[in-house]
C-alpha cells in the first residue's frame, strides 16, 4: 500500500508529467505497432476481422460508459461517475490491446463505395483517427487528476474543463469509429488492401 501512495502523490504533484509520459507510451505503442518494430504476431484473415469486432463491442460499451458518466456527474452522483468514467478507460486501454494486435495481423480493409458515400466515409474516419490522437492527453489528463484528488479537491483543478474537452473529443471519435465500422463491415462492404 505504501508504494501505491507514493506514486499516487507523485502523480497528484505532477499530473502534467504523468500525463505525457502515459501518452508517450500510448503513442508510441501504436506507431511501433504501424512501423512493425513491435515484435507482434500475424494472424489469419479471420482472428483480424474478429479483432475489428470485438474492437467494436469494446468501443461501444466504452461510448455507453461515457454517456453514463455524464448523466451522472450531472445529477450530482460522483462516485457513479467516477465509476463511468474508469470503466470507460479501461475500456480504451483493451481497445489499445486489440487494436495493436489487429494492426499487426497483418492485413487491412478498404471500404467498397464509390462517390459520396467514399467521400463521407473517409472524412468520418480522418476525423476518428484525428479526435482519437487528440483526445489521448485530454483524456488521461482528466484521469489521472480524478484518481489524485478528492472530489472536493477536484473542484479546485481543472479537471471539470478538461473532462468536458475529453468527453466531447472521445465521444464523438469513438461514435465515428462505429459509424465508419458499420459502413465497412456491415454495408457497404470491403475488399482486402
Known amino acids: ?6 506514486l499516487q502523490s507523485r502523480a497528484r504533484a505532477r499530473p502534467r508529467l504523468v500525463t505525457a509520459v502515459v501518452s508517450v507510451v500510448g503513442y508510441a505503442l501504436v506507431f511501433g505497432a504501424f512501423g512493425g518494430v513491435l515484435p507482434l504476431p ?27 458518466g455524464v448523466y451522472f456527474i450531472k445529477n450530482n452522483q460522483v462516485q457513479k461517475h467516477r465509476a463511468a468514467m474508469l470503466t470507460a478507460f479501461t475500456l480504451i486501454m483493451v481497445f489499445l490491446a486489440l487494436y495493436i ?25 480522418a476525423v476518428h483517427i484525428l479526435l482519437s490522437a487528440v483526445s489521448v ?7 489521472v ?5 478528492s ?9 471539470a474543463r478538461v473532462g468536458r474537452i475529453a468527453v466531447s473529443a472521445w465521444g464523438l471519435s469513438l461514435f465515428l469509429g462505429l459509424v ?10 470491403w475488399v482486402p488492401r
Open 42 to 68: 500475424e494472424f489469419s484473415r479471420d482472428v483480424v476481422i474478429l479483432l475489428g469486432d470485438a474492437i467494436a463491442v469494446v468501443n461501444s460499451i466504452a461510448l455507453l460508459a461515457i454517456i453514463a
Open 101 to 125: 494486435l489487429k494492426v499487426g495481423g497483418g492485413f487491412e480493409k478498404e471500404i467498397v463505395a464509390e462517390g459520396a458515400v467514399w467521400t463521407a466515409y473517409i472524412v468520418m474516419l
Open 137 to 143: 492527453p485530454v483524456v488521461v489528463h482528466a484521469v
Open 145 to 149: 487528476l480524478g484518481l489524485t484528488h
Open 180 to 189: 465508419t465500422y458499420v459502413m465497412l463491415n456491415h454495408i457497404y462492404g
Open 151 to 159: 472530489p472536493a479537491e477536484l473542484r479546485e483543478t481543472i479537471h
Open 1 to 6: 500500500m505504501a508504494v501505491a501512495d507514493t
